[in-house]
Structures are given as structure tokens and as C-alpha cells.
């Protein structure tokens, strides 16, 4: 396998699992999730200088990514939110959403991973 293609789905992997992990945990677990969740956007970053070194124009797939990345924007302002107090905090909303979410971004990523070693395979 292509190490740049390794180093996409380490991104995606690393990415949103921690991501969704950010929305159930505070303190010390917190800052661990998100540091490992920066670790997948440095596969991201890796993965996409690769595959320009190669010639290849992987735009489109990168931006699946990071459509799928916004909705948890929405999810962690809300746990801002219900930290400062200033709306109340509803969990089993707030684990469907994330949860949600997360499917949806793992079935994303599942095609654009598979369209990806489809389309360029002849390259990769």
C-alpha cells in the first residue's frame, strides 16, 4: 500500500475517533484526545504533500474530510456552552448528535477512501 494512502486513513482514523472522543471527556483526557487528534490532521497533512509530490490531485477527497469535520464545531460550542453554564447541558442528545455524526463521517470516509484507491490506482 501507498504510505500516502496509509497516512489519509491514519488521518481519518486518528482524526475522528479522537474528535468524538473530545465530546465525552474534560481535563487531562481532553487535552490527550485532542493532541491525538492532531496527530490525524498531521497524517492529513503528510498524505496530501505526498500525493502532490506524485502528481496527483486529491483535492476533492480532503474536502469530503473536512466537511465532515464542521459538525463538531457545533457539538463542542455547545459543550462550551454548557460549561459556562449558559444552556443546559442535555447528554443523550448530545451522544446521539456525536454519534451520528461519527457514522455518518465513517461511511464518508469509507467511500472517499475506496474511490480514492479506484480512481488512482493505476498511480498509487
Known amino acids: 500500500m501507498n504510505k500516502n ?3 489519509f486513513i491514519l488521518g481519518i482514523v486518528f482524526t475522528f475517533s479522537f474528535i468524538t472522543l473530545l465530546q465525552f471527556f474534560s481535563g487531562f483526557a481532553f487535552v490527550r484526545c485532542l493532541i491525538l487528534m492532531h496527530v490525524g ?3 492529513f497533512i503528510l498524505s496530501k504533500r505526498g500525493f502532490k509530490k506524485q502528481g496527483m490531485d486529491v483535492s476533492k477527497y480532503y474536502k469530503r474530510e473536512y466537511i465532515c469535520l464542521f459538525p463538531y464545531l457545533a457539538i463542542m460550542l455547545y459543550k462550551i456552552l454548557t460549561t459556562l453554564k ?3 447541558m442535555m447528554e443523550p442528545l448530545k451522544i446521539t448528535v456525536s454519534l451520528t ?5 465513517v461511511l464518508v470516509s469509507i467511500f472517499n477512501v475506496r474511490e480514492l484507491l479506484h480512481t488512482n490506482s493505476h498511480t498509487i
Open 41 to 43: 490532521i498531521f497524517f
Open 101 to 105: 455524526i461519527t457514522v455518518i463521517a
Open 86 to 88: 449558559i444552556v443546559p
Open 5 to 7: 494512502i496509509l497516512f
